[in-house]
């Protein structure tokens, strides 16, 4: 699933960590800029973006079926009011942070898969013939 990044700030360095943290994750990118980008930046990006005024991003916004959207410098609200308050659509809203651990978490998918009975952690007869792997 791809993610969405919404740069409407004036912080290159924003966008720059945001895209770095998705290129990581090995995500698929779509980016779309408010206004056209330096020509280093443009370089940088290569043909993975669109620039997208704010009527143009919000047709674009409708036409998505569901995925995340990281809005870099824009209004929560008004992401609401475009897309309708549509619940399948998850956005990341907070400030960028340098940290690239926390950037990273719009990117990856948590899972978690336990194989013990719930509540006292006993194996269920379930996983009787599997080992850890390397064992």
Do not use: N
Not at 27 to 35: G, H, K, V, Y
Not at 81 to 109: H, K, M
Not at 120 to 132: C, D, I, N, Q
Request: hydrophobic share 45%; net charge negative; glycine share 10%.
């Amino acid at each position: 699933m791809p993610v969405w990044i919404r740069h409407e700030s004036d912080s290159v360095a924003d966008l720059l960590r945001v895209v770095g943290a998705g290129l990581l994750a090995g995500s698929e990118l779509r980016i779309s800029l408010a206004t056209e980008p330096s020509p280093e930046v443009a370089a940088v990006l290569g043909t993975a973006y669109v620039v997208e005024d704010g009527p143009a991003w919000c047709a674009a916004l409708a036409g998505l079926a569901s995925g995340r959207v990281r809005l870099i410098g824009g209004s929560p609200e008004r992401f609401a009011e475009d897309s309708a308050g549509r619940p399948e659509l998850a956005l990341y809203a907070q400030p960028v942070v340098e940290a690239g651990r926390i950037e990273l978490l719009t990117f990856l998918r948590e899972q978690a898969v336990a194989v013990t009975a719930h509540r006292f952690g006993s194996p269920t007869p379930l996983v009787a013939g599997l080992r850890e792997p390397g064992r």
